[in-house]
């Protein structure tokens, strides 16, 4: 018999909860052939990634995924023999409950914590470790990670191949943005943009409408947008709308499905991203990248960020890192980001040609998906 997996998902704000549980679940069904349930509290951000999903269903299936609604009022519902509570939420008392008993009459179900991404080194230390709970059950930390002896990153089978195709592919990459409507100049510099407030992008987009070289800019409908407005002196932009000022284009794009999202990244020369899911995209997209981190308490998001930079620049020439390390921190502390970009610029080929490479090397480590079952396998 199939083995049963139980995801809870709790939206905390934004997309990165249900976008890691999401793919993750979908990977388990399509890879490994695994029952899977996903509970999600908010199936109003699941429709955001899942177009086709209904917002107020109980339970509904896509992709071979049973999508549960996580009521406040918890239905009794048998404990699955794995159990992933994503990124620490507190999964519903009654079910701990459940896997208590459980444990008491057969093998008891396999509990994980599927914690956040980071590059710091003592990830590789507390991963696989267990917690000792007060009922007599254990939780196990997981932890996604850039390393050997971390969990890994998500990355479906398949994924670099299918990529590298639609790369090579020019007529795939026109149909696919002709489909959202863009159409940039043949010599533009196209890149992605998907960032929290920030109030270094005027800066940027000053530099990019500067350039003597053609820009073209997508923004995805989301939290950026004041602050696109605010550069392009308009009171509101929406999904559709095409803006040029100099030598920049910026073009709203509306929030496409995870699929989509990916061929976007893939056609871009560059990719601005945030949080965690998109930022492991852009990653797999094997493209120079800008990462916007999810600000967290106490300045703690900033060692996560100098931790993977720290990691992500080995092997580039010391100007090459300088200035790429300069640019992500301008963009993450309001920093110069005019000045920055054009230094950036110059060390381009190098960074993409890292970009390829760094993409290769984190392929070579087990996907999340595979270390889960992996350590699935071992505990039976
Ligand atoms: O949305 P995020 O900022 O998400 C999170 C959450 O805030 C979470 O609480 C926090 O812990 C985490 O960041 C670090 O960024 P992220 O993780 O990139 O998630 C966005 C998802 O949305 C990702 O799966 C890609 C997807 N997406 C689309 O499917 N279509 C789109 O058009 C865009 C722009 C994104």
Not at 52 to 79: I, M, S, T
Not at 212 to 229: I, K, Q
Not at 307 to 317: D, I, P, R, T
Request: proline content about 5%; glycine content about 6%.
């Amino acid at each position: 018999m199939k083995a049963s997996w139980d995801i809870f998902c709790s939206v905390v704000d934004n997309y990165g909860d249900i976008g890691v549980t999401w793919r993750l679940a979908r990977q388990l069904v399509a890879e490994h052939g695994f029952a899977v349930r996903l509970w999600v509290d908010d199936l109003g951000a699941f429709v955001r990634l899942c177009p086709q999903a209904d917002p107020l269903a109980v339970e509904q299936h896509h992709h071979g995924v049973q999508v549960c609604l996580w009521a406040r009022d918890w239905r009794p519902a048998e404990p699955a023999d794995v159990v992933i509570g994503a990124f620490a939420c507190q999964l519903p008392a009654a079910y701990v409950d459940a896997m208590v008993e459980r444990a008491k009459r057969a093998k008891p179900s396999l509990w994980l914590n599927l914690d956040y991404l980071s590059a710091e080194d003592w990830v590789s230390g507390c991963h696989g470790l267990p917690s000792p709970q007060p009922n007599g059950l254990r939780k196990f930390f997981f932890f996604p990670g850039f390393q050997a002896g971390t969990g890994g990153l998500l990355r479906e089978a398949g994924l670099l191949v299918e990529r590298e195709k639609f790369q090579q592919d020019k007529s795939a990459q026109q149909a696919f943005l002709a489909g959202l409507g863009v159409y940039p100049a043949d010599d533009a510099r196209l890149i992605s943009l998907f960032a929290y407030e920030n109030h270094s992008l005027g800066g940027w987009l000053q530099a990019l409408a500067d350039d003597t070289r053609p820009n073209h800019v997508l923004v995805p409908e989301g939290r950026v947008l004041g602050d696109v407005c605010k550069w392009l002196e308009v009171d509101r932009v929406a999904a559709g709308d095409v803006k040029v000022r100099g030598n920049l284009t910026v073009q709203i794009l509306p929030f496409v499905s995870q699929p989509e999202y990916d061929h976007l990244l893939w056609c871009c020369d560059f990719n601005a991203v945030r949080g965690e899911d998109s930022f492991v995209r852009a990653q797999w997209a094997g493209r120079p990248l800008l990462w916007h981190i999810y600000i967290q308490e106490e300045y703690a998001h900033w060692e996560k960020l100098e931790a993977f930079l720290e990691l992500y620049v080995q092997g580039l020439s010391a100007p090459a890192a300088q200035a790429l390390t300069a640019l992500w921190r301008a963009w993450n502390m309001n920093g110069d980001m005019a000045t920055s970009w054009r230094q950036m610029l110059e060390h381009w080929p190098e960074l993409a040609a890292h970009a390829q490479r760094w993409c290769r090397q984190q392929a070579t480590q087990p996907d999340l998906a595979m270390a889960l079952v992996q350590f699935y396998r071992n505990w039976i």
